[in-house]
């Protein structure tokens, strides 16, 4: 299983090739003791580290899927090699070394579960709660948390976490036991604990608003992959989106930015600040001038202002995970207004082309849109 394991690193590293993946893939299908052994390893490994959140019930989905319940797809077990390349540092102590557990415990419990198309709850249990809601409504309760509108109890620490997966096009408003407030846009993730301790943590990727309440004896810390943000109390943007520049914008009280745990690189900002840290590690602090298109998404809407069509496509590409293109016609039309930001893109479109002369059509799984004769 040597073999086998140093592939799972490379995975995990980002190094392994199609053909490595493909021999992962026929080494789960055809080697059932395999696949308990990894199981009963990576339950081991969560009982050692101590962790509050077990994404273990994703992990058994995909190797159920693997053994043949389900069509396995190639998706799927790519987001759980990450959990699966755990269980190899197990067998390798020389890596276990090297590992931060922290950081990985962090993307396991942010990037393991699979994606739904519909907003979802993970409690600590294993459980799954999903919305029909564009907006999720979550609240956290005495006895567990409440879900548009209809509480659920646990059983578990009231220092375990949940987990909340907002999909494309959907949504969320968090309100955290002390008040502390959080709007979780479209194609976002959050981990945070059932109620807080001594400390307040929560850990995300994707793009969200903080309204957190103040408390002078308790910071309140927000994690992205490759910086953290610290604060007493205050209202913030963070988005982490993969492939996008990393920001922090201030709207009003302090913050205090660092890259991961180095308060060495720490920015403190003041209000209309946006801090930013792009792939290459540059960090800017720039004024920010306005806050129309930064901060709309927040209350279900797009403002526009005399936007160009070109550009109010391209926001909504960005919202709804979809590759839109538009006819020369179509681009420069202006757009001035309030747009609701419905479920599908589909809508918005059928939406726009009663407002504009312009019509929108699928194919081979991009939209185009033309303009029609008015």
Same mark, same amino acid.
């Given at each position: 299983?040597?073999?086998?394991?140093?592939?799972?690193?490379?995975?995990?590293?980002?190094?392994?090739?199609?053909?490595?993946?493909?021999?992962?893939?026929?080494?789960?299908?055809?080697?059932?003791?395999?696949?308990?052994?990894?199981?009963?390893?990576?339950?081991?490994?969560?009982?050692?580290?101590?962790?509050?959140?077990?994404?273990?019930?994703? /992990?058994?989905?995909?190797?159920?899927?693997?053994?043949?319940?389900?069509?396995?797809?190639?998706? +799927?077990?790519?987001?759980?090699?990450?959990?699966?390349?755990?269980?190899?540092?197990?067998?390798?102590?020389?890596?276990?070394?090297?590992?931060?557990?922290?950081?990985?415990?962090?993307?396991?419990?942010?990037?393991?579960?699979?994606?739904?198309?519909?907003?979802?709850?993970?409690?600590?249990? !294993?459980?799954?709660?999903?919305?029909?809601?564009?907006?999720?409504?979550?609240?956290?309760?005495? $006895?567990?948390?409440?879900?548009?509108?209809?509480?659920?109890?646990?059983?578990?620490?009231?220092?375990?976490?949940?987990?909340?997966?907002?999909?494309?096009?959907?949504? +969320?408003?968090?309100?955290?036991?002390?008040?502390?407030?959080?709007?979780?846009?479209?194609?976002?993730?959050?981990?945070?604990?059932?109620?807080? $301790?001594?400390?307040?943590?929560?850990?995300?990727?994707?793009?969200?608003?903080?309204?957190?309440?103040?408390?002078?004896?308790?910071?309140?810390? *927000?994690?992205?992959?490759?910086?953290?943000?610290? *604060?007493?109390?205050?209202?913030?943007?963070?988005? @982490?989106?993969?492939?996008?520049?990393?920001?922090?914008?201030?709207?009003?009280?302090?913050?205090? *930015?660092?890259? $991961?745990?180095?308060?060495?690189?720490?920015?403190?900002?003041?209000?209309?600040?946006?801090?930013?840290?792009?792939?290459?590690?540059?960090?800017?602090?720039? @004024?920010?001038?306005?806050?129309? !298109?930064?901060?709309?998404?927040?209350?279900?809407?797009?403002?526009?202002?005399?936007?160009?069509?070109? @550009?109010?496509?391209?926001?909504?590409?960005?919202?709804? !995970?979809?590759?839109?293109?538009? @006819?020369?016609?179509?681009?420069?039309?202006?757009?001035? !207004?309030? /747009?609701?930001?419905?479920?599908?893109?589909?809508?918005?479109?059928?939406?726009?082309?009663?407002?504009?002369?312009?019509?929108?059509?699928?194919?081979?799984?991009?939209?185009?849109?033309?303009?029609?004769?008015?």
């Amino acid at each position: 299983m040597d073999h086998e394991i140093s592939i799972f690193i490379k995975y995990l590293d980002g190094k392994a090739d199609p053909d490595e993946k493909r021999q992962l893939v026929a080494y789960l299908k055809s080697n059932a003791s395999a696949r308990e052994e990894l199981k009963a390893a990576y339950r081991q490994w969560t009982d050692e580290q101590g962790r509050l959140f077990d994404p273990y019930p994703s /992990l058994d989905r995909v190797l159920q899927k693997v053994s043949g319940r389900r069509r396995f797809s190639l998706p +799927a077990f790519a987001m759980a090699i990450a959990a699966a390349a755990l269980t190899a540092i197990l067998i390798v102590p020389a890596f276990l070394k090297q590992q931060k557990p922290a950081a990985v415990t962090a993307e396991t419990e942010l990037y393991t579960w699979p994606e739904s198309d519909e907003p979802t709850v993970l409690l600590p249990d !294993g459980r799954t709660i999903r919305s029909e809601a564009i907006e999720m409504q979550v609240s956290c309760t005495r $006895g567990g948390i409440r879900v548009d509108g209809r509480d659920y109890s646990s059983t578990a620490s009231p220092k375990s976490s949940c987990m909340i997966s907002i999909p494309y096009g959907h949504r +969320a408003c968090v309100q955290f036991a002390d008040g502390s407030l959080v709007r979780m846009n479209s194609h976002s993730r959050m981990v945070f604990p059932c109620s807080f $301790g001594k400390e307040r943590n929560v850990r995300m990727t994707g793009e969200a608003l903080f309204d957190v309440s103040h408390d002078e004896g308790r910071p309140f810390t *927000v994690e992205l992959d490759a910086i953290k943000v610290r *604060v007493l109390g205050t209202r913030f943007l963070v988005s @982490d989106y993969a492939g996008q520049t990393n920001r922090v914008a201030l709207v009003s009280g302090s913050v205090n *930015v660092s890259r $991961g745990n180095s308060l060495s690189q720490s920015v403190t900002l003041v209000p209309n600040q946006m801090y930013t840290l792009d792939d290459n590690g540059k960090v800017n602090v720039e @004024d920010v001038p306005d806050w129309r !298109g930064l901060l709309d998404w927040a209350d279900g809407v797009y403002r526009a202002d005399g936007t160009s069509m070109k @550009d109010l496509l391209a926001y909504l590409s960005r919202y709804y !995970g979809e590759k839109v293109e538009c @006819d020369e016609a179509v681009a420069d039309i202006p757009c001035t !207004g309030t /747009l609701y930001l419905r479920s599908t893109l589909s809508d918005m479109l059928s939406e726009l082309s009663v407002i504009f002369p312009i019509k929108g059509r699928k194919q081979n799984g991009v939209w185009s849109v033309s303009r029609i004769s008015e």
